[in-house]
């Protein structure tokens, strides 16, 4: 079973850079620009945290390979695997200790 799900996400994570074929932006990505070209304004919200963080891949590319398709593929594909990375060491810290909890009780 684990190694369908490996194998599934292997294939999802080398199917992202598909996301370049795509016209616009993705959902939920606007930035201030976008939305003030789509709406009208720019929510309050927006404006309020949208100096907080800046995204380590900006626009999914990395300098270093250039701004084009390269580029753009490897950060697509560098975003992937660091979301799924992180995905997982988060779920295993929180089903592990709850898998703990389950072994303890089991004991008594």
């Known amino acids: ?5 490996i194998w599934f996400l292997v294939a999802m ?4 850079p598909l996301g370049m074929l795509a016209e ?6 606007w930035g201030s620009e976008e939305l003030q070209t789509v709406l009208g304004y720019v929510p309050q919200g927006v404006v309020k945290v949208g100096g907080l963080w800046n995204a380590w891949l ?3 590319s990395l ?3 250039g701004t084009g398709k390269a580029g753009g593929i490897a950060g697509y594909l560098l975003s992937a ?3 799924s990375l992180l995905s997982y060491c988060i779920v295993l810290l929180l089903v592990k200790p709850l898998a703990q909890q389950s072994k303890d ?4």
Request: charged share 30%; hydrophobic share 45%; proline share 4%.
């Open 105 to 108: 009780r089991r004991k008594v």
């Open 58 to 60: 900006p626009d999914y």
């Open 81 to 83: 695997i660091i979301g």
């Open 24 to 29: 616009g932006t993705a959902w939920g990505e």
């Open 1 to 5: 079973m684990v190694k369908r799900y």
């Open 63 to 65: 300098e270093a390979l």
């Open 13 to 16: 994570i080398l199917l992202t």
